[in-house]
């Protein structure tokens, strides 16, 4: 079955507190990135990757970093978390080119940061 | 101005009626365009996708774009409960990346 699966799908923890936020595809997709999705705005792209090694910013990279040293694998990083990185996060991971109808979402994962 | 605008609701129907569901944008670059779903606690799961003016139709959804006027609809006909949820719509920019309408939350009363 076609998987984005990321971990963990919930968590709290206090600013400055380090974390990583994992996601693994199934699909052998080149391209991966991550939202964050917050009332009233709703998808903001932060990071993207075309291929391993290969990343760049979204719109709100501020207080994040990502790496793709595999395929399969884009964890999004969180070196020291503020209250205003508390939103839901979506990565998402797709072929490639300019097409829309192969991009698939992971679950979410919900973060608080007190 | 953000570049997608969608009205965020909530939209609450009766069971059967006809839902329309409007996004307007501001970039002629957008080519493709795609409405999600999403449940609660559920990533956003892909619905429509088009990529031309014109309608798309899939069952009981009717996706229609209108380049010239930059204006995207949603139609749902004789709509369920279980329709309810929050729909989104995107549009491609550039390589893969979407953009994203704030989302309108729909809710469908038995």
């Known amino acids: 079955e076609a998987q984005v699966t990321q971990n963990p799908r919930y968590l709290i923890t206090v600013t400055g507190k380090k974390l990583t936020v994992t996601c693994s595809q199934n699909?052998?997709?080149?391209?991966m990135s991550w939202y964050r999705q917050d009332p009233g705005l709703g998808l903001r792209q932060i990071y993207y990757?075309?291929?391993?090694?290969?990343?760049d910013k979204g719109d709100v990279p501020e207080g994040y970093k990502v790496s793709r040293k595999e395929k399969r694998n884009f964890p999004l990083i969180l070196e020291s978390p503020s209250p205003n990185q508390t939103s839901l996060y979506f990565c998402?991971?797709?072929?490639?080119?300019?097409?829309?109808?192969?991009?698939?979402f992971g679950e979410g994962s919900w973060l608080t940061v007190v | 101005q953000k570049e997608v605008e969608q009205d965020p609701g909530p939209l609450s129907v009766p069971e059967g009626a006809i839902v329309s569901l409007n996004c307007t944008y501001s970039?002629?670059?957008?080519?493709?365009f795609m409405w999600y779903r999403q449940y609660s606690r559920k990533g956003p799961e892909l619905l429509m996708y088009?990529?031309?003016?014109g309608n798309k139709e899939d069952g009981r959804f009717t996706a229609q774009v209108d380049k010239s006027s930059k204006y995207i609809s949603l139609f749902i006909r004789d709509s369920q409960p279980s329709d309810s949820a929050t729909y989104l719509c995107?549009?491609?920019?550039?390589?893969?990346?979407?953009?994203f309408g704030q989302g309108t939350r729909l809710t469908i009363n038995p």
């Open positions: 995107a549009m491609i920019q550039g390589a893969q990346k979407l953009v």
């Open positions: 970039n002629s670059a957008f080519q493709y």
């Open positions: 998402a991971s797709s072929l490639g080119g300019n097409s829309g109808n192969t991009i698939y």
């Open positions: 088009t990529y031309s003016s």
């Open positions: 990757s075309m291929n391993v090694e290969v990343t």
């Open positions: 699909m052998n997709h080149e391209y």
